[in-house]
């Protein structure tokens, strides 16, 4: 396509010409999308893929960048952000390795940073490509996921099943926008991509992480299911489903799960002192309370952004995990936003201390839930505009810029 300029693709038609818009073939699923009662919305087990699909589509894009040119705010101040970061340098130089060894809190750190650093980088430089049109942004991604699909072969050590998924989150969201972009990325560096993230990536996501803390499994599920996209890989979508499906009752409470949580799925975790064990020794459940709310805030905006950013891919490939999670993630939006405003925790709540520090987890889910559906959230808007633009934490990215009032 060449060089082209901002001035060019202030139309959603006008940006589908960049997109290489399709839909895969389908190829053979598993059962596990089946009809399940009670579930408000099913992905037909033939359904194609829907390109670019991964977090973000064609619809949102475009009216992100109409909004952009128009120097629009939020979008005018997120993109700047975006642009002026570190992460958008056309300098940024990868820094593969073939072992990425990653201990409990990244230590030891041989390679942890700089994946989720250079990921991040190659998600950033796509999206600078897709919405400003400097190509060197596009051949910047590129540089980054092939130095990377060049070298890496393994992750080692406690850390390895969420260093994956913090990375690979976003390795999957960049190289769907760069492959769908017409950006000019040869089809030998697609596929040894691709080859990556089959060889490197899903084999630590797949199994889950059961008996772990509930954000580990929900932002593996989160890279399990963009990953599935790019790759058109229906087994693998239909298990980050199931997934969901199972992680997120046990994550966010809610008074009809009894007067117990719900435990997680294949973790042998039951019964009331193991399951008050697992929820920090939090003794006294209400609607929205997290697995981790009395771990800290940080680690359930993590479990409660990957829930979100996974409902969203599902959303732009045809299934409404959204309606599904409505209620929990509504309900948990709420609860720790009101902390995070200042409200006094409780003596009953985490013996009345809370770790806040919720960073940019609840952009999507806001725009879902208010913008997109209308739901009042007062505690969640009243967050939004204090803290937003929304920047960068691990595996989230620029959701003000992406997910403000985006149809």
């Not at 408000?40 to 475009?62: I, K, M, N």
């Not at 990953?227 to 008074?255: E, N, Q, S």
């Not at 697995?291 to 359930?300: I, N, P, S």
């Not at 599904?324 to 009953?348: C, D, I, M, S």
Request: glycine share 10%; charged share 20%.
């Amino acid at each position: 396509m060449g060089r082209w300029t901002t001035k060019t693709l202030t139309t959603g038609a006008a940006l589908a010409a960049l997109f290489a818009i399709t839909t895969a073939p389908a190829t053979a699923s598993t059962a596990e999308s089946a009809a399940v009662p009670g579930q408000e919305r099913t992905r037909p087990l033939d359904a194609p893929f829907r390109h670019p699909g991964v977090l973000v589509g064609e619809q949102q894009l475009a009216f992100v960048k109409a909004k952009v040119d128009a120097g629009a705010e939020p979008w005018k101040s997120a993109f700047a952000d975006l642009g002026a970061s570190r992460y958008a340098a056309l300098s940024w130089q990868p820094k593969p390795r073939a072992t990425v060894e990653c201990g409990s809190s990244s230590n030891p750190n041989h390679g942890c940073s700089d994946e989720r650093d250079d990921s991040m980088a190659a998600y950033t430089h796509a999206l600078r490509w897709v919405l400003g049109g400097d190509k060197r942004h596009a051949d910047k991604a590129i540089e980054i996921m092939d130095a990377w699909a060049k070298v890496v072969r393994e992750h080692t050590n406690t850390n390895a099943q969420l260093q994956t998924g913090w990375s690979g989150n976003n390795w999957a969201r960049a190289a769907e926008l760069v492959r769908y972009s017409k950006a000019g990325w040869p089809a030998a560096s697609v596929d040894r991509f691709a080859t990556m993230l089959r060889t490197v990536y899903l084999p630590q996501l797949t199994p889950g992480s059961p008996r772990k803390n509930g954000n580990w499994e929900l932002i593996e599920t989160d890279a399990l299911m963009g990953i599935a996209v790019f790759l058109d890989d229906h087994k693998a979508f239909d298990r980050a489903v199931t997934m969901w499906r199972g992680r997120l009752p046990a994550y966010v409470y809610l008074a009809s799960d009894g007067t117990l949580p719900v435990p997680p799925p294949n973790a042998g975790i039951s019964g009331r002192d193991a399951l008050v064990g697992y929820w920090q020794g939090q003794q006294t459940f209400v609607d929205g309370l997290s697995q981790e709310t009395c771990r800290d805030f940080g680690h359930t905006g993590w479990g409660l952004a990957a829930a979100a950013q996974t409902a969203e891919t599902a959303r732009l490939q045809g299934l409404d995990l959204w309606s599904e999670g409505r209620q929990r993630l509504v309900k948990a939006l709420e609860f720790h936003t009101k902390y995070e405003n200042g409200a006094k925790a409780p003596g009953w709540l985490c013996d009345g201390s809370l770790d806040t520090g919720l960073g940019p987890a609840v952009q999507l889910a806001y725009n879902e839930y208010h913008d997109r559906e209308g739901l009042a959230l007062p505690q969640t808007e009243r967050y939004v505009a204090a803290h937003s633009p929304f920047g960068v934490n691990y595996f989230i990215g620029w959701e003000t810029l992406t997910h403000t009032r985006t149809p």
